[in-house]
């Protein structure tokens, strides 16, 4: 029976982490990249999938069993203050009924890492970390510190930032003309 596994990527300034939510060994993909074993809670995967389903903006996954040397390396980057603002991607990969990858895994989530917190326990076994990361989409910057969203002028000038190829921005103009439209579903 065909299975999918749940992915994260992390672009960090000293490399690429790569994380697959189960046990066991390393899982190569098809591109041959080695993901490294973790182990994501029931409210991680809960949280991923609102995120995939755009239910919401913002993720927060608690990251355990990860090995000690991802660890220190993020360790490292947290300590240098280069880890708020790294990308972060969250993959969905198809497997065959083997387990074995097919495909090219796809893309369901993109984010930047907001915050990091680490716990670190030791046992006779070794060291144990677990990371929560809290990651936040572009959809994030819609909203103000205050709960307002984003006036008109605010929302182009964000738009040119974000893809400065596009055409102008019209989004929050032609929404107030939508209010006194109605809608008919289905249209025979």
């Not at 097919?102 to 144990?128: C, W």
């Not at 910057?141 to 709960?147: E, I, K």
Request: glycine share 8%; net charge negative.
């Amino acid at each position: 029976m065909a299975s999918l596994r749940v992915l994260c990527q992390v672009e960090l300034p000293s490399g690429t982490l790569r994380f697959w939510d189960g046990s066991g060994g390393p899982l190569i993909g098809s591109d041959g990249e080695v993901y490294r074993a973790c182990v994501l809670t029931e409210d991680a995967l809960a949280q991923i999938e609102a995120a995939i389903n755009a239910e919401a903006f913002t993720l927060s996954l608690v990251l355990s069993g990860i090995r000690e040397m991802e660890s220190n390396a993020i360790w490292a980057d947290y300590q240098a203050g280069d880890v708020v603002g790294s990308p972060f991607r969250v993959l969905i990969q198809r497997c065959d009924d083997y387990d074995q990858p097919t495909g090219s895994p796809i893309v369901k989530f993109t984010g930047t890492i907001s915050n990091l917190n680490f716990v670190d326990s030791a046992s006779d076994t070794g060291i144990s970390s677990t990371i929560q990361v809290d990651v936040a989409n572009r959809f994030t910057l819609r909203s103000v510190s205050n709960g307002a969203v984003l006036s008109d002028v605010d929302q182009r000038a964000r738009a040119k930032i974000l893809n400065p190829s596009a055409p102008d921005d019209r989004f929050c103009e032609r929404i107030p003309g939508l209010k006194d439209r109605t809608i008919r579903w289905p249209n025979w």
